[in-house]
C-alpha cells in the first residue's frame, strides 16, 4: 500500500476528527462557551448549568421570567450560537 503524501498534517488530522465524532464534540464545547459570550451578563445571572450533548443544548435556568423570554427567542439564538461556531452544533436548545 501506498502513502498518500500530499495531504497535510492538519488536513489528515481533520478527516480524522470528522470521522470519530472528535469534531462535533469540540464544536458542542465551543457552543457551551459562546452562550455567556452571546447572552450577556444578565442572561448569565439566571443561568444555572450550560451543557450540548448530540445537538441539543440543555441550560439550567434560576428565573422562571427569563425561561420564558428565552423559549420566545430559541430560534434566534439558535442561529447565532451556530453562526458564531461555522455550522450547525446545536439544532434545539432545552430550558430547564
Same mark, same amino acid.
Given at each position: ?5 500530499? $495531504? ?6 481533520? #478527516? =480524522?476528527? /470528522? +470521522?470519530?465524532?472528535? &469534531? *462535533?464534540?469540540?464544536? @458542542? /464545547? @465551543?457552543? @457551551?462557551? %459562546?452562550? /455567556?459570550?452571546? =447572552? ?13 450533548? *448530540?445537538?441539543? =443544548? ?10 420564558? #423570554? %428565552?423559549?420566545? =427567542? $430559541?430560534?434566534? !439564538?439558535?442561529? &447565532?450560537?451556530? $453562526?458564531?461556531?461555522? +455550522? +450547525?452544533?446545536? /439544532?434545539? !436548545?432545552?430550558?430547564?
Amino acid at each position: 500500500m501506498k502513502l498518500d503524501t500530499s $495531504k497535510k498534517l492538519s488536513d489528515i488530522m481533520t #478527516e =480524522m476528527m /470528522r +470521522e470519530d465524532g472528535t &469534531a *462535533k464534540m469540540l464544536l @458542542e /464545547r @465551543e457552543a @457551551e462557551g %459562546l452562550w /455567556r459570550q452571546i =447572552m450577556g451578563p444578565t442572561v448569565m445571572n439566571a443561568t444555572s448549568s450550560v451543557r450540548v450533548n *448530540k445537538g441539543v =443544548m440543555y441550560v439550567g435556568l434560576t428565573s422562571s421570567v427569563v425561561r420564558n #423570554e %428565552l423559549y420566545h =427567542m $430559541k430560534g434566534m !439564538i439558535m442561529s &447565532a450560537i451556530n $453562526k458564531a461556531v461555522g +455550522e +450547525e452544533a446545536v /439544532r434545539d !436548545i432545552r430550558f430547564m
